[in-house]
């Protein structure tokens, strides 16, 4: 069976059955040993960081019920990203919406909220309008998990990150495949990338109180898929070259030719995980003046090359088993 093995009552039933089990379920139940397939939480926390750090955000916010286990885990993983970045986390474990509501009007903003699941994204969006705080000027929202249904029942639309169930269900049915053979696994755990932030409204702000340097990531986000240089950039933003370096750099964290470079990558990684394109098909719909560029780059920024990445994607299942 592939089973979200969620609760002890599942648990028990499965134990029972004494039939092979792969768990698809972030939840880490004691005394549950199957095999288990599931999203990365490092990975989820650098796709969050991103998010934010790209529309200017220099702090940032954790809700979701840490009591639990998993959700604690979850958060530590975002947290320890964040000092990896120098950067501080304000956790907040919310007991009604009162307390929900308090919390909001204390946080210093702009600032941008993770939260544990759509529906605590829900909670933030609904708590900010009875405090006529503004989403996402004031709180941009990102959910852990886009639910199609969930976040755009939200006003404004919640964004929130796109996993991979497919790939997780095709790899658990490997791993099963294997099990019911008596064949050896590798490992107990296997740890999958999700595939992107789904933008939406909650997120759709620039917290940047420097007009050029917000003028120059409106300007980046519209066209850097185009095969731009940071000569176009600076033609377009009437601001000295070192000038606007230096204000991107304080602002955003990073130079202009990095932030380029970093947001083609990351519409290539979709494009490689989602579609059938060719290499040199991506490089050019990503904005890199060639194949051989492309390559370097996404190897020195990933830490393997876009080839390798595509096999892990597509070809996880057949390459292990």
């Keep these: 069976m592939i089973a979200r093995v969620a609760t002890p009552f599942v648990l028990q039933k499965l134990q029972d059955l004494n039939l092979p089990v792969v768990n698809v379920s972030a939840i880490q139940l004691e005394g549950c040993d199957y095999p288990r397939v599931i999203t990365s939480p490092h990975a989820e926390a650098k796709l969050a960081y991103d998010a934010f750090r790209f529309r200017g955000f220099h702090q940032f916010a954790y809700i979701g019920d840490t009591n639990v286990t998993y959700i604690k885990r979850h958060c530590e993983a975002y947290e320890s990203f964040l000092a990896d970045q120098n950067r ?12 929900l509501r308090s919390w909001l009007r204390t946080l210093p903003k702009p600032i941008g909220v993770y939260c544990w699941g759509s529906h605590w994204g829900n909670r933030i969006i609904n708590a900010c309008g009875l405090e006529r705080i503004s989403v996402p000027h004031d709180v941009a929202v990102l959910g852990s998990n886009y639910d199609d249904v969930l976040n755009e029942a939200s006003f404004p639309p919640q964004a929130g990150i796109l996993m991979n169930p497919r790939h997780i269900g095709e790899l658990a049915a490997s791993i099963l ?8 696994i590798e490992k107990d755990e296997w740890l999958l990338e999700p595939i992107k932030v789904v933008e939406r409204q909650s ?20 066209n850097a898929m185009a095969p731009i240089t940071v000569d176009d950039v600076v033609e377009a933003i009437p601001v000295p070259r070192r000038t606007l370096e230096r204000r991107f750099r304080q602002c955003i964290g990073c130079s202009i030719g990095d932030h380029i470079r970093q947001l083609r990558v990351n519409r290539a990684r979709e494009l490689l995980a989602d579609t059938n394109q060719t290499m040199v098909a991506i490089s050019d719909a990503c904005g890199f003046s060639s194949y051989n ?19 892990e994607w597509k070809n996880l299942a057949s390459r292990h088993f």
């Design 293 to 311: 560029y492309f390559t370097r780059v996404f190897k020195q920024m990933v830490g393997i090359p876009p080839s390798r990445y595509r096999k």
């Design 177 to 184: 495949n294997r099990l019911m053979n008596n064949q050896p």
């Design 203 to 222: 997120i759709d702000t620039l917290a940047v109180a420097d007009d050029r340097v917000r003028d120059t990531i409106g300007f980046l986000n519209q």
């Design 88 to 99: 501080k986390l304000i956790v907040h474990c919310p007991e009604s919406i009162d307390t």
